[in-house]
Structure formats: structure tokens, C-alpha cells
């Protein structure tokens, strides 16, 4: 998994992502600023990979309500690569992953639905949870992993939560809505969930600045896992520059491992770790059906 990108990418990620052959890359989005170049460069790695296009992927066509030429050239250039109301078979994993809504800035609003029925003829957050359903329902496996930019509702409202409001007001679930009634109605169809892996929502919060948010949970049988740590390249005490990747292992529908990743600039792992996996208790949250 790759987190936010925010145009943090070196010739040494595709390097690393080149040997390691991984069955499946997965981009959770936030390329860049509507950066056609910076989504060329992803889309012409060769591996297998998806990709979901962040708030920041369509940055300009939020401000128009309509798409620009860099976001319709963004979509061309990735093709079915990006997996947004759609499905991506793993069968080396026993899985199928699916795409959940894109360009996603997370809470209450689609802030653009103008823009979402351009593309997608989707205007609402319950029709957004319908497309997602229905791409599940025409999966091969039973066993689900769902790919979004932002993560679901239903995870906490305090700030250093997974997808909890560190800015502008703090405080508040800023999880987005369809993606919670999407997985309520996925595993209504007696799918499992196993996991769901998003962005987003930063690693350091801008309030109380600092601190960390938790970004690895479990509630239930589903593993949320948010990778967006910003920026993803850092430098080490000894000068190495490293980027950060999550790498999880899967056999017949289950995630058996889960690892936060650093690779040096010659496209070598330079550190692997465990991240601490937070359980949350009980059932989620039940979404209206009727939400708008």
C-alpha cells in the first residue's frame, strides 16, 4: 500500500515495487494537485495496481463542479487501474477488492455532487453506497477488501482517531457516510469485510499539533488500516533517505500480516516494524438507509 502521495515518489519507490513483484499495489490517492505528470508516472509502473483518486486529484474540479482536462486525462491515462465503483480480483490472496467512492474529502457532504454526476451519474451519498454494494455483489470471492481515499464513519470523533476532525473545528467523525452504509449493506449480502484500507487523514494532527492519530484498528473480523503518512519520504539520524510503505500478506481470504515498511533510496527495505493494532468492541454503528 502506498499512502497520500503528495508528489513524495522516487525512482527508488518503482524500484522497490519492480523487485518485490507484489501481487497487488494499491494507491489510496492525493497524487498530487490534479498532477497529470505525477499520475502518469504511477500508471506506467509495471506491477499490478490500483489506484483511488483523492480530494487533491481533483482539486481544481471541485472549485468548478465540473471536471477540468487534468482530471478526465487523470481518469484516461489510469483506465480500469482506478477502482473507483469497481472490482480487482486477487485470487492468490482469495480475495476481491473493491472501490469505494473517490475524490473523497471526507464528512457529511459530497461537496460536489455536480461533479460526481458528471463522471458517474451519482448525486447522492445513498446512490454512492448503492455503487459500491453493487460492485461487491458481482465479486468473485466472498472475502472483501475495500479500497477508498477516506475511511468509513463509525470509527470515533475524537481527534487523534482514525479518521476523527483534526482541523479547522476540531472534533467530530469525519469518516465518510456511504462508505459505512456500503459495508453494512456488503455484509448484509453475506460477504466478510476483511478489510478496508484508505487515506486521508494524516498521521501528525494539526490539532493538538503533533500528536498522532491512531491508523491501525480492528472491530470485529475487519482490519481498517489508514497509510497516510505525510510526507512519506523522511530522513533517517544516519542522512538515508527512506519512503514508507504498508505491506500486508494474505492467504485464502485472511490478512495474515500487517507491516509498516521503509526502503532506502535503492529501492532496498531499509526497516520493517508491526504496527500496534487497536481493537474496537462491538458492532458498528447502524447507517440510516435513507441518508441523502
Known sequence: MVGDVHRWWRSADETFLERTRPDLTIFVGDLGDEDVEMVHRVAEIPVPKVVMLGNHDAWQSFGRKASTSKLRESLAVLGDDHIAYSVREVPSAGISVVGARPFSWGGPSLRS??????????????????????????????????????????????????FGKDFGKPGGDWGDRDL?????????????????????????LVHPRGAERTRFVRRGGTLFLNAAYVPRVRVTELGDEVSYFVRTQWQAGECLAVEELWVDVHGTEYEASVPTIVEIDGLPPAVDETLD
Open 180 to 204: 459505512a452504509l456500503a459495508i453494512q449493506r456488503i455484509e448484509g449480502f453475506g460477504m466478510r469485510v476483511r478489510a478496508v484500507i484508505a487515506g486521508h487523514m494524516h498521521h501528525k
Open 113 to 162: 455532487p455536480e461533479l460526481y454526476d458528471e463522471i458517474y451519474g451519482i448525486h447522492t451519498m445513498r446512490q454512492s453506497a448503492a455503487a459500491i454494494a453493487d460492485a461487491a455483489r458481482h465479486a468473485q470471492h466472498r472475502d472483501i477488501v475495500i479500497v477508498a481515499h477516506n475511511g468509513p464513519m463509525g470509527l470515533g470523533a475524537e481527534t487523534s482517531d482514525m
